[in-house]
């Protein structure tokens, strides 16, 4: 008798256990879908955010490099750059653009054989159509996407090949006395860039280079996203500022 009263005791106890589990499940199932809906709620209407500075140059007339870190052709990014350019040009200036992600460039593999041979790298990849558009320039303009909350990687590798201009026994300086910073990114907080900014911030401190400007660009994600949108008009203003 008391077996029978145990059993069907753990009978309720297994229905209760199995609707507790239920209801768990159900409750993590319905959490997930809120969740995944408010994520793509946030990444795909959120509004463009345009933040931007500019300090006053010169007027004088320069050679300004603009070197962009994606590799979609007509992306966000490289439209930032192309309006920044327009800008430039119609300014007067000089202006070249490296696309760091269409032309494949290594890392810097810190072998210190810079110099060696009259070049300022070893290593013969698309460094060579870089560096001496990079010797020109008095103005460097970092147009990338965000990344992981960072340079894109391809931009990235570009920036570390600078290394032979700045060690010890170089051959040659480079002429660079401003920058400009141009980024996109599918985050709509301002704050996501905040990594890329303190980099080039420390960038611009190590080199002496003059800030001129920085404009992030919140909430662009898609081919196209950043077409017709008043960031591109920023960015070509900035040009005709530089
Ligand atoms: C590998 C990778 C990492 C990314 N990381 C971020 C990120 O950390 N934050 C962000 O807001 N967007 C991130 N994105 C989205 C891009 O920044 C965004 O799509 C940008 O508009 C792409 O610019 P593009 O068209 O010039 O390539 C990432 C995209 C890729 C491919």
New binding site residues.
Partial sequence: MQDEQNSALDTVKDKKISRRGLFSFAGAFLLAVAGCASYKYFSSTSTIHVESCVTAGSGIMKNILIL?????H???????AEAFKQGAVKAGHTVNTFHS?MTPMSACLHCDSCWTDGKPCVVADSFDTFYPLLEQADMLVF????????F??HIKCAMDRMYPYFRENRLRDLKVKEAMLL???????PR??AGAAEAYRQMLGLNHWKDRGRLF???????G??KGHKALSVAEQMGCDA
């Fill in positions: 962009t870190g994606s590799s979609r007509n992306g966000n990014s490289f439209l930032l992600g147009c990338s996407p965000l990344y992981w909350y960072n894109s990687g980024m996109c990114g599918e985050s709509m907080f996501s860039f660009v919140t909430g662009v994600h898609e081919f996203d950043i």
